[in-house]
């Protein structure tokens, strides 16, 4: 039953996240919205072969219009060679295009002051805020269905007569989901290596909250498997 309801829920995890953005911190720069509409709903045919990844992003800068632009420190990690790309792909959100790009070569895309910026992963990653998530409802104690355990005694202390009454004895309520199971499975379906990668990141449970310091794109994964994990109580 667990191995069933953890493949269901790390299922439920394969969406793809939203944009991020430099610190983590929400705007209401009209600029973000644009780029963001352009993302969701803007569709791509490519036909790339062996392709340079700064040759792949110039086809979609001129195609779509945006100011996409590859952070220098890609190239620091992986050699122009390394990130040569061949995807043919057609009628495809452009989000879509740019994740099946970027993924398998560990980069991403952040928004910043009206760019689309093609970054390492872990330069996102490790840029951390602090979140508090209430799970008091995942750990509320449940009577066993199982019901009340029920002895029939004896009137006589050494027993032997006839039986005039019966014991109930109640079990103590327990819980389906533990705070060490919480704390694991978020560990363990979220976040990549940046659990043990990042310095900054962590995360504790006390009395039913989660505090949890962590990158924007892991804490959009984190609210995402709490949800899937109240569906499966």
Known sequence: MKTTML????LGCLSLPALAQEGGTETTDPRKAEV????????VSVDFTNQTLEEAISFLRDFTGLN???????????????LKVTLKVKDLLLKSVLKLMLSSRELTA???????????????????????YDVRDLLVKIQDF??????????????????TGA??????????????????????NTGDKSWDENPNASITLTNGVLVVSQS????????RFVNLLRQFK
């Open 216 to 223: 924007k794109r892991v804490h959009e994964e984190i609210k």
């Open 167 to 188: 014991t109930f004895t109640l079990e103590e309520p327990r819980s389906t989901i533990t705070e060490e199971f919480i704390t694991d499975m978020i560990k363990q």
């Open 68 to 82: 996409i632009i590859v952070d220098a420190e890609v190239y620091k990690s992986q050699s122009e060679d390394q």
């Open 36 to 43: 963001v509409n352009k993302l969701n709903t803007m569709r």
């Open 110 to 132: 952040m928004y910043k002051e009206g760019v689309v910026l093609v970054v390492p992963k872990g330069k996102i990653d490790k840029a951390v805020t602090l979140q508090l």
């Open 146 to 163: 199982a019901g009340p355990k029920v002895e029939l005694v004896s009137p006589q202390k050494g027993g032997g007569g006839p039986l």
């Open 7 to 10: 493949a269901a829920i790390a």
